[in-house]
């Protein structure tokens, strides 16, 4: 459905009838005028919620928030299981087919607190990898699937995406292919560029042997290849597209939404650096790119979010991560996961010991962050979930950090 003619900045109410069935009843809110400057963003990000792994209480309290707008950054369904200490259990093997992927939806839909924040407020939405298939990239599956096979997986997986989420109709036309990242404006406060960091991505480089595809760590001495200078994240039309975007962008706070943490984040011990290849790590010469565009055009309060690590991040955001003296020119925040197992404590800790640009990191909470945005000030609070196994579990919070107009970097509240 596409609502028309609605007036700008205001509340409405909505059901669905079909037959003798009605709906529970829905609350949205429309955006601002585009030239409205006296609004205020009340934003939450979410990410990854596995259904096996936890309730949902991070939702109830979303739900209880009068939020403007809930953005979730990524694997809002997931295709496999895995882990011990399920709370509850995936119906049926890993999703292939059209049908697998709706039967997937239908399950994670059938939990009242994601219902809950459905009908709290509007939505906007991207995927991640679990959507479809791990750590796949383009037209390449982790297992290497013949391609004409895996393009049908994930044309069953998109349109299962689109018939579930608040997508608009043109969104999806058919096929293998759909886009997702736009523009989203806010008044004059803010804008929000999407951005799809799976469809069109280059293939990951140095995966596991014993996998062949997908991300991998690696020693940053060992693979050479991740350097190379045209490897993109985005694809060559998207990052057009985004550097256009942001330079005509009038908005006080630039807000680029993308799935995964964007800082450089080494993980090894003393004497080696080992990253990640499926995030920005596997892609910095693209990363450098975007950073730098960001700096040279002076853009206004630029803000990246994301999610995708399973632990809660507040960052800032250079040009060299490797030069202490490189200009902060843009900050970050990171949202842990809705439910799905975060990584240990001890590499928590190594994460924030080499990584000093990483301000705050918190592996061991899921839960979400609350964003709230003003003309002069932006706020996040990271709410963390006492315990992912009880549905009503208390929610709290974890830490607040803050990016004052025109300052770009965070600093603890």
């Known amino acids: 459905v596409q609502a028309r003619g609605l007036a700008p900045g205001r509340p409405y109410w909505y059901r669905f009838r079909a037959g003798d069935a009605h709906s529970p009843v829905g609350r949205t809110r429309t955006a601002p005028a585009a030239d409205d400057t006296q609004t205020r963003l009340r934003l939450a990000v979410a990410s990854c919620q596995h259904y096996e792994h936890g309730f949902f209480a991070a939702y109830r309290d979303m739900a209880e928030q009068e939020l403007d707008l809930v953005l979730h ?204 290849t499926d995030g920005w790590d596997g892609y910095p010469a693209a990363r450098e790119r975007l950073l730098q565009s960001i700096a040279a055009r002076r853009l206004a309060n630029p803000v990246v979010l994301g999610g995708d690590v399973h632990f809660a991040a507040a960052c800032d955001l250079r040009v060299n991560f490797d030069d202490a003296k490189s200009p902060v020119v843009a900050s970050e925040f990171v949202s842990t996961s809705i439910s799905s197992y975060g990584p240990s404590r001890a590499r928590n800790e190594v994460l924030l010991e080499k990584n000093p640009h990483i301000r705050f990191a918190n592996s061991t909470r899921r839960g979400y962050t609350r964003h709230e945005v003003g003309a002069k000030r932006w706020e996040a609070t990271f709410r963390a979930v006492q315990d992912p196994a009880d549905a009503q579990s208390r929610v709290f919070n974890l830490a607040q950090y803050v990016v004052e107009d025109g300052h770009p970097g965070v600093v603890k509240s």
């Not at 292919?177 to 989203?184: D, F, L, V, W």
């Not at 406060?189 to 990951?204: C, E, G, N, S």
């Not at 940053?220 to 039309?237: H, I, K, N, Y």
Request: charged letters at 20%; aromatic letters at 10%; glycine letters at 6%.
């Open 73 to 276: 950054v990524g694997d809002y369904i997931y295709e496999s299981s895995w882990g011990k200490g399920k709370v509850r259990e995936h119906h049926g093997s890993e999703p292939y087919t059209l049908a697998d992927y709706r039967n997937r939806y239908a399950q994670y839909r059938t939990d009242l607190q994601l219902q809950a924040a459905h009908a709290a407020c509007p939505w906007l939405v991207l995927w991640d990898d679990h959507e479809v298939d791990n750590d796949y990239a383009n037209d390449r599956s982790q297992d290497l699937d013949p391609v004409e096979a895996f393009l049908a997986r994930r044309a069953a997986a998109y349109q299962a995406y689109f018939e579930h989420m608040p997508l608009p109709p043109q969104t999806w036309a058919g096929g293998h292919s759909m886009r997702i990242y736009g523009t989203h404006a806010h008044g004059a406060l803010a804008r929000l560029q999407l951005l799809d960091m799976r469809q069109y991505r280059d293939y990951h480089v140095c995966p596991r042997p014993t996998r062949k595809a997908g991300g991998n760590q690696v020693n940053v001495l060992e693979c050479p290849e991740r350097t190379q200078a045209q490897r993109s994240m985005l694809g060559t039309a998207q990052e057009q597209w985004l550097d256009g975007a942001l330079a005509a962008s009038p908005a006080r706070w630039n807000v680029i939404a993308q799935t995964t943490l964007m800082a450089q984040a080494d993980r090894g011990n003393a004497d080696n650096r080992i990253v990640y």
